[in-house]
């Protein structure tokens, strides 16, 4: 199987600042990455999709980057509804994997 | 509108099989292109891929629950079944179901159920 491994657990910013998280790939899975964003308590919601493409409805400061085996979320003049967990996931190869997730707190 | 709707026994005694079911709405099992995958999520844990099923009934299992997994549709109820054998206190998880979407050879998990809690406890 294909590990995706996030980079940070956990991070703590405020509203306005501009985060970027991590997505290491075991090996290279091209452009086959998507990032998702969960809330306590709710179902995962996508936002980027093939490594960079923004999904429909999804605020464009979100942004994603990268190739291989190394991608980028980066989230832009954070608002408070962005607090959430994220997780990235692969669909180069089945099983799909996901990254273990990155827990963005209000600081 | 696309949605997803998971549904089951809250709580399962260990060893027990588990049926759960996901019914889907705005859109059909028997279009070509639909594809369905169950998900899980431990508590406070990250998420694990289980199985998915194709509308030309293609199925594909993750290969460390292959043996307890099996899932299926119901073309004309619009549902995907899952079952999983020989359940154990660390299957607790809440579990998703949800569509695959795509674009050439990319796919990706949009939209997903909101996901049913089941507890593995005697």
């Known amino acids: 199987d294909i590990q995706m491994t996030q980079s940070p657990s956990s991070l703590s910013a405020s509203v306005g600042d501009r985060v970027t998280i991590t997505c290491r790939a075991s090996q290279s899975i091209s452009w086959y990455l998507n990032w998702y964003q969960q809330k306590p308590g709710e179902a995962p919601k996508l936002l980027i999709y093939a490594a960079s493409n923004l999904q429909s409805g999804v605020p464009s400061r979100f942004s994603g980057s990268g190739s291989g085996t190394e991608f980028t979320l980066t989230i832009n003049s954070l608002q408070p509804e962005d607090f959430a967990t994220y997780f990235c996931?692969?669909?180069?190869?089945?099983?799909?994997?996901f990254g273990q997730g990155t827990r963005l707190e209000i600081k | 509108q696309v949605t997803l709707k998971e549904s089951g026994p809250a709580l399962v005694k260990p060893t027990q099989t588990l049926t759960l079911t996901c019914k889907l709405s705005g859109f059909s099992l028997s279009t070509s292109g639909t594809r369905v995958s169950w998900i899980r999520q431990p508590p406070g844990k990250a998420l694990e891929w289980l199985a998915r099923i194709d509308w030309d009934d293609d199925k594909f299992y993750s290969p460390s629950l292959k043996t307890r997994l099996t899932i299926s549709k119901d073309t004309p109820k619009n549902e995907v079944v899952l079952r999983m054998t020989k359940m154990d206190p660390v299957d607790t998880a809440t579990y998703y179901c949800a569509r695959m979407s795509a674009a050439g050879p990319y796919v990706w998990f949009d939209p997903w159920g909101q996901g049913t809690l089941v507890t593995v406890s005697s």
């Open positions: 996931q692969q669909s180069d190869e089945t099983p799909v994997t």
